[in-house]
């Protein structure tokens, strides 16, 4: 077969071969089965047709003149920078026609297709097969025909076709020029032909679509057309992209602005948390509390050290047992209240559970170190409330470090830490309940202890017995009492005691009458 062009092309058992047409030289010999050839009409780029795929080449005029110049560079197969490799695509050419730098075919599945710059347009779904016939760039019109001699056109805008050439060649001048011929709504398709080709601030700058547009300026890190876009969009899921761009950008205030937007208050927490932001967590704890997000709210209140506020989501939320475990970790003075709400909650359901729960102002034996615990509790309080500056971190110990009831005892025996009883109090009396009082400012490390839940009041021990005389005039009465007593049907059979009050006789029985 026979191939005319830019070149003449010969197949042959061995594959295809392009000479020259005036000197009949071989310029390039390609091992491949060609079905067909189609030549551009500048003649550099050339497409080559086979039973399963087509390849695009470009063709480099300059190193074949170079080559010739110099003879030791032509080898068997001839120039072999004469063609460089465009593209390949799995597709069976059926008929072909070039339009500048864009290559429009049919394929074998009756698709008309256009192929430029490494990108594949599908211009229509054909439903019988047709054979292309050419293009008018006039009437901006393709038309193909078929074997009955039908002839059916489609529009193709000649100016679309030219700036996708004119951005091959990466004459960027020219296209500038064809753009505002291009209408709006064809515009988005030569965007992604931009963004494809790798201009995507070229692209950005054509694109009528807002989410193609706010997609390509989040990869630019256009924050300002992003900010617009999202602003106009109101959209939870753009403002989270934003500001994930925002923080890359080390532009924390934009990015605090997007997470409010975008009510995102896992990620305003760790704003908040990695930029030392006191002020904003605290915020962001009480914000998030009265939106439902408690988990937040929890952790916001606990890095913090207000604990107390950690309590009460506790509560609010109906963990009343996390709550009193809680209370018993942090906030031993809470525990009576917790576990009376506990009690309360729980006997609604099961009483026998409920009355089996112990707390310490009832069986302060089965708390261990319980005195201890509150003093311990009133001794950090003053340290968790107080915020620690950053560059302090490295001279902080951890947590699990620390022995906070040692550090309390110490600080007692040094006295910096004084834990003051109420007035009345007996201190060698040591089931007597400690009133927890503000310490005398004698330090500045002495705090006020939390007061824990009041004792409850003993009950006064009983009167003495009454002495023999007093009980011969008791019994003396109660015989008259019983003597005038009317009593009707009275089952005679039936013999008891009585037994006195236990105020009058401690218990004592009378005896039968």
Not at 370 to 390: D, G, H
Not at 416 to 434: E, K, M, Y
Request: a negative charge; glycine letters at 6%; proline letters at 5%.
């Amino acid at each position: 077969g026979i191939y005319g062009g830019f070149l003449l092309g010969t197949r042959s058992v061995s594959g295809l071969a392009f000479y020259d047409w005036e000197s009949t030289e071989l310029i390039r010999r390609i091992e491949i089965t060609p079905k067909n050839v189609y030549w551009s009409e500048n003649g550099e780029l050339c497409c080559i047709t086979t039973d399963e795929s087509f390849f695009v080449l470009k063709y480099n005029p300059e190193a074949v003149e170079k080559a010739q110049g110099n003879r030791e560079e032509i080898g068997e197969d001839g120039i072999e920078e004469a063609f460089d490799v465009v593209g390949e695509i799995d597709e069976t050419v059926k008929t072909g026609v070039w339009v500048g730098d864009c290559f429009i075919y049919t394929n074998s599945v009756n698709r008309l297709n256009y192929y430029v710059g490494g990108e594949i347009v599908t211009i229509a779904h054909l439903d019988r097969m047709m054979y292309l016939l050419g293009y008018i760039p006039k009437d901006n019109r393709l038309y193909l025909g078929d074997k009955e001699l039908n002839i059916v056109s489609f529009s193709l805008l000649v100016s679309v076709l030219e700036y996708q050439t004119a951005v091959m060649r990466r004459d960027f001048e020219t296209a500038d020029k064809i753009l505002p011929m291009i209408s709006k709504e064809h515009r988005s398709r030569v965007a992604h032909f931009l963004e494809k080709q790798g201009f995507k601030s070229q692209a950005l700058a054509v694109t009528c679509d807002p989410e193609h547009k706010f997609e390509l300026a989040i990869q630019l890190g256009d924050l300002k057309t992003c900010y617009q876009i999202a602003k106009e969009a109101e959209s939870e899921q753009k403002w989270k992209q934003l500001a994930e761009l925002a923080i890359s950008k080390c532009e924390f205030g934009l990015a605090q602005e997007c997470l409010h937007q975008a009510s995102d208050f896992g990620g305003l927490l760790l704003l908040a948390s990695s930029a030392g932001n006191a002020q904003m967590v605290a915020k962001l704890g009480d914000t998030a509390q009265k939106a439902g997000q408690n988990n937040v709210a929890f952790v916001s209140h606990f890095v913090l050290g207000r604990l107390e506020e950690c309590l009460e989501v506790l509560i609010n939320t109906g963990r009343l047992p996390e709550a009193a475990f809680f209370a018993r970790t942090y906030l031993p003075s809470q525990v009576s209240r917790v576990v009376e709400l506990w009690r309360e909650h729980l006997a609604k359901v099961n009483k026998k559970a409920a009355n089996s729960l112990a707390e310490p102002q009832e069986y302060e034996n089965l708390f261990p170190d319980w005195k201890n615990a509150l003093k311990t509790e009133a001794y950090l309080k003053p340290q968790r409330q107080r915020a620690i500056p950053a560059d302090k971190f490295p001279r902080v110990p951890p947590n699990h470090e620390r022995v906070p009831v040692d550090e309390m005892q110490q600080a007692e025996e040094q006295g910096s830490f004084t834990f003051v009883r109420g007035p009345g109090d007996d201190d060698d009396d040591d089931d007597a309940g400690d009133d927890f009082e503000q310490a005398p400012d004698t330090t500045e490390q002495s705090v006020r202890a939390p007061s824990p839940p009041p004792q409850k009041k003993e009950t006064a021990p009983p009167d003495p017995a009454p002495s023999k005389t007093e009980m011969d005039d008791i019994e003396k009465e109660l015989e008259l009492d019983l003597e005038n007593m009317n009593i009707d049907n009275v089952d005679t059979s039936i013999s008891g005691r009585f037994t006195y009050p236990d105020d009058l006789a401690g218990g004592q029985k009378c005896p039968d009458k």
